[in-house]
């Protein structure tokens, strides 16, 4: 029988991207998370209130790993990971937590304390945790998108529009009316996002426009070997991706995301000279518009010697050496 690793928490693809790396080396990843309270340092009542979910959250993460018997759990974070490293802390299972972003999510740090080593995918994020068990791993990308091979491009320039998997309602009322445009020019692809109503967008039969609620991992990586100009959201897992990439984009950061960490994010790549940042408050359907047109090409990867890609190419083989190293 394989042995079984849990995958717990909210950042799906470098959970994926891991998932690979342990099916490569004879491991069962299994993914399980619960829905656990929210903490919010801005909310303090509301999260003290919210650790009503925790007795529950708790029983059935216990009873998930018991059932389970996995060798090991390790968290992608987000809230709903809590509950699950609580009980491998309890149960002796060892634990490992990676964090994604430049800095440190609240759930990390509060899930530090449980676990028995950190990997954390930027040097930044060092001062955040405990040094003697914290270590550079590197942020972890999907094989399919690693391994990309570009193909032929076709004269019709190329977009791609995303507002993650959730999708972002912002970004698609900003595209609607300017599609006609659009796609007189450019071929678009657009995930429209899973959690989104598509119920108002109107059906649009053009050879040049495809739209899915969302993209799998094979036909995204189809889509970005296009080198597509990219118009998105800016989570550090997509930044990653148009970082290593080297791709063109258009980023309309969530502000509401903790410590404005998606407004770092944007940055970050805008400092490597491939984005232009267009703020939510100024985004509307002709400004949008004249970002596309008038985005230059030679904005790209203008500084990318400061990136680090053989650190995110080892990223997931680096995290399974540190999985065995508990496994010991």
Known sequence: MMPKIILTGS?????????????????????????GPKFNRHQPIISFFSLIKLPLSLFLAFKTLIQIQPK??????????????????????????????FQAGLSSKITAFLADRI?????????????????????????????????????????????????????NRAVKPILPQLLSTYKIYH??????????????????????????????????????????????NTVTELAYLN????????????????????????????????????LTPQVLLNEINNFSVSLSGNNQSTFNRQLIKKAAVNLYQLLLSVLR
């Open 11 to 35: 950042h799906l693809t470098p959970a994926q991207a891991f998932s690979q790396e342990l099916i490569k080396h004879g491991f069962k990843a299994v993914f399980f998370s619960v829905s």
């Open 72 to 101: 090991a759990v390790v968290s992608f974070g987000g809230y709903s990971a809590f509950p699950v490293c609580l009980a491998a802390k309890l149960l002796g299972l060892p634990l490992i937590i990676h964090e994604q972003t």
């Open 119 to 171: 990997a954390i995918s930027w040097p930044s994020s060092f001062k955040y945790f405990p040094q003697h068990k914290t270590f550079l791993t590197g942020n972890l990308i999907r094989r399919e998108i690693l391994e990309l091979k570009k193909t032929k491009v076709s004269n019709l320039k190329t977009i791609y529009i995303t507002g993650g998997h959730q999708g972002s309602l912002a970004i």
């Open 191 to 236: 995930q429209f996002g899973l959690k989104q109503d598509c119920s108002y967008w109107p059906k649009i039969n053009h050879p040049n426009y495809l739209i899915k609620s969302w993209f799998g991992v094979k036909a995204l990586a189809r889509i970005l070997a296009q080198k597509p100009l990219v118009i998105s959201r800016s989570g550090v």
């Open 247 to 282: 791709l063109p984009a258009i980023l309309i950061p969530l502000l509401t995301a903790q410590r404005n960490e998606q407004l770092t994010n944007a940055r970050f790549l805008e400092s490597l000279g491939l984005a232009k940042i267009l703020l939510q408050a100024d």
